[in-house]
C-alpha cells in the first residue's frame, strides 16, 4: 500500500475496525474511507455494488462481522450465519467487480475443529467437527475464506483470510451474556456486589488472547505480505485457562470476591493454541502481553462505559 492508496475499513466502529483505522493513520495512511451502516448497509447488494463503483477502493480491511460470545452465538446462530455470509459476500464480489487490488477478510480462530491437534495449523481446516456453539459463525467464516481462494484461483484476485486468537481490547463489546469472555468478565466483575460472580463452564479451557491494537499491527502486515489468498493464523503465543484468566482479570478489576464456575453451561471449545509460524517467521510480533492489554482495556472501559445500560 502507498501513503496515497484509498483504503475502505469495513466495520470501522467495532473492536478490530477501529483500532485499524487507528493503526493506519498512525502510519501516515490519510485515504482512508469509512461508512456507517446509515450510508452503506453491507447486507444490502446494491448499496454495496454502489459504493466500490464510485469510491474507486485500493485496499479493503474486511472487520464487519457479526459477533459475539458463546450465548450469542449459540442463540442467535440464524443471525449469524446469514448476516456474515451475505456481508462477506458482498464485500468481495464487488470489491473484485470494481478492481480493488487487495483484500484483506477476518475471520476467527472458531473456524478450526473442535478437536484439532495443537497448536492449530492451518491444513487443520475442516478435517473435523467445529464446536456446536459457535458453529454457525464459523461456518459463514469458513466460506468467506474459501470464496477468496475461488476468486483467487479463477480471477487472480488478490487476498489474505487472517485469522486470530480471541481478541480484546479498546471499544470491545462489554455485555456480560452477548460480549466474548474477557469484556464479560469485566463487566462482571466491575458491576458485582464485591462477595460473589459466577461464570460459565467449569473454567479448565484454555484461550489465547491477542489484543486488538496487536491484531490491527498484524493486518497491516499481512495486507504487505500476503496476496494469493493465504489462510495465515495470528495470536499472542500465549495460552491461559478460563480460570487462570478469571482470576488475573480480577486482579486487574480489584474484585476479591468469590469466583463460582456454573457447570450447567457450555465450555466451548477445550483448548485451542493457534500455530503462528507464517507471521512469526516474516517477523511479526505482538507488542502487548495480556497483563498490559487488560490494564489498557479496563481503563478505557472504566473511562467510556455506562455501568448501568450495559447489563
Not at 469510491?55 to 460470545?69: C, H, L, Q, R
Not at 486468537?165 to 466474548?180: K, R, T, V
Not at 491484531?215 to 495460552?239: K, R
Not at 466451548?268 to 512469526?280: F, Q, V, Y
Amino acid at each position: 500500500m502507498n501513503k496515497d492508496s484509498k483504503i475502505f475499513v469495513a466495520g470501522h466502529r467495532g473492536l478490530v475496525g477501529s483500532a485499524i483505522i487507528a493503526a493506519l493513520k498512525e502510519r501516515g495512511y490519510e485515504n482512508v474511507v469509512t461508512r456507517s451502516r446509515s450510508e452503506v448497509d453491507l447486507l444490502d447488494q446494491s448499496q454495496v455494488d454502489s459504493f466500490f463503483s464510485s469510491e474507486n477502493i485500493d485496499y479493503v480491511f474486511d472487520a464487519a462481522a457479526k459477533v459475539g460470545g458463546i450465548y450469542a452465538n449459540n442463540h442467535y446462530s440464524g443471525e449469524f450465519i446469514y448476516e456474515n455470509l451475505q456481508i462477506q459476500a458482498n464485500l468481495i464480489h464487488h470489491a473484485w467487480k470494481h478492481g480493488v487490488k487487495k483484500f484483506l477478510f477476518l475471520g476467527s480462530v472458531c473456524i478450526y475443529p473442535k478437536f484439532a491437534q495443537t497448536p492449530v495449523k492451518e491444513e487443520s481446516l475442516l478435517t473435523g467437527v467445529l464446536e456446536p456453539t459457535n458453529d454457525a459463525y464459523a461456518i459463514a467464516k469458513i466460506a468467506g475464506i474459501k470464496m477468496l481462494q475461488a476468486y483467487n484461483k479463477q480471477y487472480g484476485f488478490k487476498s489474505v483470510s487472517l485469522m486470530p486468537s480471541n481478541i480484546y481490547g479498546i471499544g470491545d463489546n462489554f455485555h456480560p451474556e452477548n460480549g466474548h469472555v474477557i469484556p464479560s468478565m469485566i463487566q462482571k466483575f466491575r458491576n458485582s456486589d464485591g462477595r460473589s460472580v459466577s461464570l460459565w463452564g467449569d473454567g479448565t479451557p484454555s484461550r489465547e488472547f491477542l489484543y486488538s491494537e496487536d491484531l490491527a499491527d498484524a493486518c497491516l502486515f499481512a495486507m504487505e505480505h500476503f496476496e494469493n489468498a493465504e489462510l495465515v493464523n495470528v495470536g499472542s503465543g500465549y495460552n491461559v485457562s478460563i480460570k487462570e484468566l478469571a482470576e488475573i482479570v480480577a486482579g486487574v478489576v480489584r474484585y476479591n470476591g468469590e469466583i463460582n464456575w456454573d457447570t450447567s453451561m457450555p465450555n466451548g471449545t477445550p483448548n485451542r493454541p493457534l500455530d503462528c509460524s507464517k507471521m512469526i517467521e516474516l517477523g511479526w510480533r505482538p507488542k502487548n502481553n495480556l497483563l498490559s492489554g487488560l490494564a489498557k482495556t479496563y481503563k478505557w472501559f472504566i473511562e467510556n462505559t455506562c455501568y448501568d445500560s450495559c447489563k
